[in-house]
């Protein structure tokens, strides 16, 4: 799994977010976008993760930064979870693990001393001409926009 570090190029992506409408990285250009992987919605780490994000939503659009949450889950059930807490930002579907593994999102994990393969909760933070400012891979879910938000703040 190949880790991205600040200064690359973030990979492109299309996907389809919770209401079935293609959203691609293009879509963000000229600004600060804030990328996050997700194991599954409507988890209690899942949950957490992004009620904080959505909690934050003022703060982080003050900074000029929109959100964009990742999950293998269908758009069904992403739509679901924007619906039962309101979180209001894209939540795209990544079924094939594509563009997780892209972002170095997927891989090995262990659980109680049992390995499988899954999503590695992570967050990226891309400026506006498509570079990583920040990776950071095993984020705790109410980590991931306190991170953004002191990286954004030059701290």
Same mark, same amino acid.
């Given at each position: 799994?190949?880790?991205?570090?600040?200064?690359?190029?973030?990979p492109?992506?299309?996907?389809?977010?919770?209401?079935?409408?293609?959203?691609?990285?293009?879509?963000? =250009?000229?600004?600060?976008?804030?990328? $996050?992987? &997700?194991?599954?919605?409507?988890?209690?780490?899942?949950?957490?993760?992004a009620?904080?994000?959505?909690?934050?939503?003022?703060?982080?659009?003050?900074?000029?930064?929109?959100?964009?949450?990742?999950?293998?889950?269908?758009?069904?059930?992403?739509?679901?979870?924007?619906?039962? $807490? =309101?979180?209001?930002?894209?939540?795209?579907?990544?079924?094939?693990?594509r563009?997780?593994?892209?972002? =170095?999102?997927?891989?090995e994990?262990?659980? &109680?001393?049992?390995?499988?393969?899954?999503?590695?909760?992570?967050?990226f933070?891309?400026d506006?001409?498509?570079?990583?400012?920040?990776a950071? &891979?095993?984020?705790?879910?109410?980590?991931?926009?306190?991170?953004?938000?002191?990286?954004?703040a030059?701290?």
């Amino acid at each position: 799994m190949a880790r991205l570090k600040p200064g690359d190029p973030a990979p492109a992506f299309q996907l389809p977010d919770q209401r079935g409408k293609t959203v691609s990285l293009a879509d963000f =250009g000229g600004q600060k976008l804030l990328i $996050y992987f &997700y194991p599954r919605a409507d988890t209690p780490g899942c949950t957490r993760q992004a009620c904080s994000i959505r909690d934050a939503r003022e703060e982080l659009g003050d900074l000029g930064l929109a959100v964009v949450g990742i999950s293998p889950d269908q758009p069904g059930k992403q739509q679901k979870f924007d619906d039962k $807490y =309101g979180l209001n930002f894209p939540l795209l579907a990544d079924p094939d693990h594509r563009v997780a593994g892209a972002f =170095g999102a997927w891989g090995e994990k262990t659980l &109680y001393g049992k390995k499988s393969m899954g999503i590695i909760r992570s967050s990226f933070l891309i400026d506006g001409t498509g570079k990583i400012m920040a990776a950071w &891979y095993g984020v705790k879910p109410e980590d991931t926009a306190p991170k953004a938000q002191k990286a954004l703040a030059g701290g």
